[in-house]
């Protein structure tokens, strides 16, 4: 008798769980899975948050890191991809079929510093370049006395500190490096992980900003969102246009006011935009152009581009309050003309 | 019918017998399967980098993932020379715990609360420890660096041998006061009987005795030295240079795959990492051969 209880329990909470999950799978409609850059990570999960509840949908993001987004896509285990580096015309012909960018905000890459005094420095960027390739090596160099009049900087080394793990920000920053400085270019190079002259190495941005804190005369690179919330001491970098900028929400915003290729694919760093701060960068969702793929419904591919021009659009109140820098009204066009000509079968999915 | 019982009981618990010994075989030689799988994808993944880097990659001192340039030797190098010398400076301190918690106070509750102490050092997430270290010892050696006119860089290959040592001392005191303790009772006594004073009878009668066990703890702390990546990552300095000094930020082999593996794109850089994973295992089995024999030598007849 016990025996038949148990049985009838078991296999009633097993059919209870079976159809549970069915009826789970069922009630949210469709579930858009996507995966990639961990620095706009926590801005895609307000935005998704509020989208989700808005339409009934669950988004799922995994901020895996951008290699691991642009891997996933072309995978075709997610359904969009998340990249600080836009992908190359050799990475997307790997992954076989048309893929777009969608810019959804801006990041910056600043330079953190811990001079006793909590000064105010201004640099260049071949400051910048020299101190990271080792030949400026203390905070009174002459170099860096020009260019800061009427600071006292101390007779101090200046440890240099870098990401260990490779890294979007390391990739906006050597990008930045590689445009300013023929040495810095043809020495090291540009990527998300690299071969460092000089400097300590720490692991993601609180590594980072720990070890800036910890060492007094250091100075390292962080993501902008980063620093502001940590109320870092950042550097002012001369652009361009010789005008010494503090990196901010706007500065960062107003960096990408150059002109843009229509499939937004472009580096902003060392922008010409006169109040643009030069270290900053776009961070990109990736989409196959064609959703027709990999059993995608009409109706899958339909939810996604609803979300990707919410994201453009609506979505963009977000970016202030989490210290993000919007992307301008004409990048927003721009990004919405991408997102309309994203088609199923052929044919574009959002009616205009 | 009572027989038919008990035959049939008998016949049950062979047959209880015979799955149970079927189960044990089943598991022992699923340990090694998956050794020799283990091994053998780190084989095969890391064949375009043995194929482009040759020997290169041991003796290589340049990590340039934009040169597609790897050679493997400072992180070789940053591995051994912090675990050896975390072992180095822990042995006399688990050496002096497992005397003190295996002869002088083997019970009460001061030994049980040491004793509990220490496992519980042994159970520490060692994210803590990076932590701890980048904040407490970090400052120290740093102001050492200072007085000494070395780069007061205070991370380096001696924080990170630091961290390690106190990760490691629970793994060879809790194992050396296990054989301390199981040094036979009139061995002592009769040490003592002719006139052995109580250090004398730990250093010429315990210690020989117990040796191979404490050689075991040692080397049961330096393999868990030598896999140890989040707490040395975090005060290690992660440099990919060739250290020249104790003081000088280093990098080990554990630590380098977590760093680069997440965000490695190229496939190159890929096989390379997986190559350091597999010379990680390579020189951990080595050196447990090597152990092997030495515990082997010394053990006591």
């Known amino acids: 008798m016990k025996k038949a209880t148990y049985l009838v329990t078991t296999s009633l909470i097993t059919a209870m769980m079976v159809l549970g999950s069915c009826g789970l799978s069922m009630a949210g409609g469709t579930e858009i899975l996507g995966a990639g850059a961990t620095f706009p990570y926590p801005l895609y999960s307000k935005m998704f948050d509020v989208y989700g509840e808005q339409y009934a949908i669950k988004i799922n993001y995994q901020a895996i890191g951008s290699g691991g987004g642009i891997k996933q896509l072309a995978e075709k285990t997610v359904a969009f991809g998340g990249t600080d580096a836009f992908m190359t015309d050799e990475e997307i012909k790997a992954a076989g079929a048309p893929i777009v960018h969608i810019p959804t905000c801006l990041g910056a890459v600043v330079l953190a510093h811990n001079v006793p005094g909590n000064l105010e420095i201004r640099l260049t960027p071949q400051v910048v370049a020299d101190i990271f390739l080792g030949k400026i090596t203390k905070w009174n160099d002459p170099q860096i006395v020009a260019v800061n009049p009427g600071v006292r900087l101390p007779d101090m080394a200046i440890v240099v500190v870098h990401r260990s793990d490779g890294s979007g920000t390391t990739f906006i920053f050597s990008d930045y490096l590689g445009k300013v400085s023929a040495e810095w270019k043809q020495k090291v190079g540009v990527g998300k992980s690299l071969n460092w002259p000089v400097g ?47 990196p901010t929400i706007e500065s960062v915003s107003a960096a990408a006011a150059v002109t843009m290729p229509a499939d937004t694919r472009v580096s902003i760093t060392d922008t010409s935009a006169e109040d643009g701060y030069p270290i900053s960068g776009f961070t990109w969702l990736i989409v196959y152009r064609e959703q027709a ?12 581009v609803k979300m990707l021009s ?43 | 019918m009572t027989t038919n019982a008990a035959e049939r009981g008998v016949r049950g618990a062979h047959r209880a017998e015979d799955s149970f010994k079927w189960g044990l075989y089943v598991a022992a030689i699923l340990v090694v399967v998956l050794l020799v799988a283990m091994l053998l994808t780190l084989l095969t993944s890391s064949i375009p980098s043995l194929r482009h880097l040759g020997a290169r990659f041991i003796y290589g001192t340049t990590w340039d993932p934009v040169a597609s340039e790897f050679g493997a030797l400072p992180f070789l190098v940053g591995t051994l020379a912090t675990s050896f010398l975390a072992l180095l400076i822990s042995i006399p301190f688990s050496l002096a715990i497992s005397i003190f918690l295996g002869e002088y106070f083997r019970e009460g509750p001061l030994s049980s609360f040491l004793k509990s102490a220490i496992d519980l050092l042994a159970g520490i997430p060692s994210v803590i420890y990076g932590f701890w270290g980048l904040f407490v010892l970090v400052p120290l050696v740093r102001a050492l660096e200072m007085k000494l006119g070395v780069a007061p860089y205070g991370v380096g290959v001696l924080t990170a041998s630091l961290v390690l040592t106190i990760m490691i001392i629970p793994y060879s005191a809790s194992l050396s006061r296990e054989v301390i303790q199981m040094v036979p009772r009139d061995l002592k006594e009769a040490g003592l009987s002719l006139g052995a004073t109580r250090f004398e009878v730990i250093r010429k009668v315990i210690l020989p005795y117990a040796r191979s066990g404490i050689f075991a703890g040692a080397l049961l702390a330096l393999g868990r030295a030598i896999g140890e990546t989040m707490a040395v990552t975090m005060v290690i300095g992660n440099s990919n240079l060739l250290p020249k000094s104790i003081f000088s930020p280093a990098n080990t082999m554990a630590s380098v795959i977590a760093n680069e593996f997440a965000e490695a794109s190229e496939s190159i850089q890929v096989a390379s990492l997986i190559e350091v994973a597999l010379l990680l295992f390579v020189v951990t089995t080595i050196i447990n051969l090597i152990g092997r024999q030495i515990i082997k030598r010394v053990s006591f007849e």
């Open chain 1, 293 to 304: 793929y990999a059993g995608r419904s009409r109706e899958d591919a339909l939810q996604l």
């Open chain 1, 200 to 246: 300590l190495g720490a692991k993601g941005n609180p590594g980072v900003a720990g070890l800036v804190k910890q060492l007094p005369g250091s100075l390292g690179y962080v993501e902008l969102v980063y620093a502001l919330q940590n109320k870092m001491s950042v550097a002012r970098i001369a652009n361009r246009a010789g005008n010494f900028v503090l």
């Open chain 1, 310 to 352: 919410w994201m453009i659009d609506e979505g963009q109140q977000f970016t202030e309050p989490l210290q993000y820098s919007p992307i301008p009204k004409e990048v927003a066009a721009l990004a919405d003309s991408i997102v309309a000509g994203i088609t199923y079968q052929g044919t574009p999915l959002l009616a205009k």
